[in-house]
């Protein structure tokens, strides 16, 4: 089993700045992918962006640019700098660990991007 802690989420102004973490603990392959999906009101969950233990990340077209996902493997931790934010940010982010073998979320943090 893994654990998923995530941080960070909050109310913020357009044009701010938010910093979400996920920490991971439990049965933690090497080999392994964490990202962030989110999901807005009425909306499906989209792929946010993904790092994988081999250094490679991905980000959505949506927020190229803006966000930037991270990784500390020594904390098993995952980390996405928000930048720039919209409201169209708003929404639950959800961080995930993938092993290739099974997929675990976390509870999901709350961003909300409005004046």
């Known amino acids: 089993q893994v654990q998923l802690l995530e941080s960070g989420g909050g109310l913020v102004q357009p044009g701010g700045s938010l910093r979400l973490s996920c920490a991971a603990s439990g049965s933690i392959f090497s080999s392994n992918t964490m990202g962030w999906y989110r999901q807005a009101p009425g909306k499906e969950r989209e792929l946010v962006a993904y790092?994988?233990?081999?250094?490679?990340?991905n980000h959505a077209d949506s927020v190229k640019g803006r966000f930037t996902i991270s990784r500390d493997n020594a904390k098993n931790t995952v980390y996405l700098q928000m930048n720039s934010l919209k409201p169209e940010d708003t929404a639950v982010y959800y961080c995930y660990y993938n092993n290739y073998i099974r997929t675990y979320w976390g509870q999901g943090t709350q961003v909300t991007v409005s004046s």
């Open positions: 790092s994988t233990s081999t250094g490679s990340t």
